[in-house]
């Protein structure tokens, strides 16, 4: 989502969920990873981006849920297609065609009972750059890198610099502009969960906490900019970038990722 929306939301307090609530997010958390593992499956050159929205919302369908973006803020699409230097955001198109050698990550929410699911995903169109490869890995990498700090006797800034530094070791940068963000019975709750930061900072991490961690990623500059369609950030360098996402609840047994299959 995109970052410094405090305003919005008053003061910054998390919204705990009970154990209850978290089984209806790991259910529809479930289901979004079972959707972004099906439309991984049929990335290949010359498929049009449209038709993973076509398939997304076929998959919503058969799966009971409703897709939790389409709507939201105004946003047209089930889900956000970018492709190489599109940061997040990016709109299917009809007439954009993946071709061998780019990245492309899909971010995908739904809605089950009340309760939302999100998670992103980036994979490669047949054979890609080494960059390219290495900017997947740091990236995936760097999501479970926080998500390991995303336990009690922690701060979220712990879960921002372990994904800030373990980014930059690869010489990559963090998108800043863009947060991971508390979930819930709403897509976007506090806290915000940025991607850079410094250790002890923020909010106390609790149990019944439940975040959407997601570092995106950039293999340049970390200044992005919106395209005039309004929607998709890219980088403004027009480096590549990644994107992966997890939602995870916080236990007391330490963090549990809800959307894994
Ligand atoms: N995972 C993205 C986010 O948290 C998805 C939002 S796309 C939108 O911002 F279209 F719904 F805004
Ligand atoms: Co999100």
Redesign the pocket.
């Given at each position: 989502?995109?970052g410094r929306l405090k305003g919005l939301w008053g003061e910054p307090r998390p919204i705990l969920k009970t154990k209850e609530e978290i089984e209806k997010l790991r259910r529809v958390n479930k289901i979004v990873m079972e959707i972004l593992l099906a439309l991984k499956e049929e990335v290949k050159p010359g498929k049009c981006t449209f038709e993973f929205e076509e398939l997304a919302l076929l998959l919503c369908e058969k799966k009971g849920v409703k897709p939790?973006?389409k709507g939201?803020?105004g946003?047209p699409?089930a889900l956000?297609v970018s492709v190489n230097e599109e940061v997040?955001?990016g709109m299917p198109r009809k007439d954009k065609y993946l071709k061998e050698g780019d990245i492309v990550s899909f971010?995908f929410?739904a809605i089950l009972d009340g309760y939302y699911g999100?998670?992103?995903l980036t994979v490669g169109v047949g054979e890609v750059s080494e960059l390219a490869k290495t900017l997947m890995k740091a990236t995936e990498e760097a999501l479970y890198k926080g998500i390991e700090k995303a336990r009690i006797g922690n701060k979220i800034g712990d879960i921002s610099y372990a994904i800030q530094r373990h980014v930059e070791s690869y010489g990559f940068s963090p998108v800043k502009d863009?947060v991971?963000?508390g979930i819930g019975r709403n897509?976007?709750e506090p806290p915000e969960v940025p991607n850079w930061g410094k250790p002890g900072r923020g909010l106390r991490i609790e149990v019944g906490m439940v975040l959407?961690i997601?570092p995106m990623v950039s293999a340049g500059s970390s200044e992005v900019e919106i395209l005039s369609d309004g929607?998709t950030a890219v980088t403004k360098d027009r480096s590549l970038s990644a994107h992966f996402?997890h939602t995870v609840a916080i236990t007391p047994r330490g963090p549990e990722i809800l959307s894994k299959v």
């Open positions: 989502m995109k939790a973006f939201y803020r946003y699409y956000c997040v955001h971010d929410g999100d998670a992103a863009f991971g963000h897509l976007h959407a997601e929607w996402e």
